[in-house]
C-alpha cells in the first residue's frame, strides 16, 4: 500500500498533524517524533493512506491547512513541511502550489 508522509516542523507540529488527518479529504494517522527539553513536541509525521474525493481538492485543502498553520492558527506556529511521496520525491509546502501537491498525492491512487 502506497503512503504519504508530511514532515512538520515546529511548535504547533503536533497539533498541526492532528489537523491534517483530520481534513475529510484525507485519512491517515500522525506520531510526534522529536521534543525539545520541556517535553514540547517540535517535529511530527502524518502519514496519509488514502484520499476521499479528488486529489486536486485535496491538495488545496493542503494549501489552506498549510496557510493557516503559517499564520499561527490556535496560538502555534509550524516552521516547515515537507511532503514525501511513496515514490521519494520531495516537496517543501512553503512554496509548492496545488498543482505540485496534486503530483505526489496522485501516487495514492495509482
Not at 517535553?39 to 493542503?62: C, D, H, K, N
Request: no cysteine; aromatic share 4%.
Amino acid at each position: 500500500m502506497s503512503t504519504i508522509q508530511f514532515a512538520i516542523e515546529g511548535e504547533g507540529a503536533a497539533d498541526a498533524a492532528a489537523s491534517l488527518v483530520a481534513l475529510p479529504e484525507l485519512s491517515g494517522s500522525w506520531e510526534a517524533t522529536g521534543a525539545d527539553e520541556r517535553e514540547i513536541t517540535l517535529a511530527a509525521i502524518a502519514t496519509v493512506v488514502g484520499i476521499t474525493g479528488g486529489t486536486l481538492a485535496a491538495a488545496e485543502q493542503i494549501r489552506k491547512w498549510y496557510a493557516e498553520w503559517q499564520k499561527g492558527k490556535s496560538g502555534k506556529t509550524i516552521k516547515k513541511v515537507v511532503l514525501v511521496g511513496s515514490k521519494g520525491k520531495r516537496i517543501q509546502l512553503e512554496n509548492a502550489t496545488a498543482r505540485e501537491i496534486n503530483e505526489v498525492l496522485q501516487e495514492l491512487v495509482k
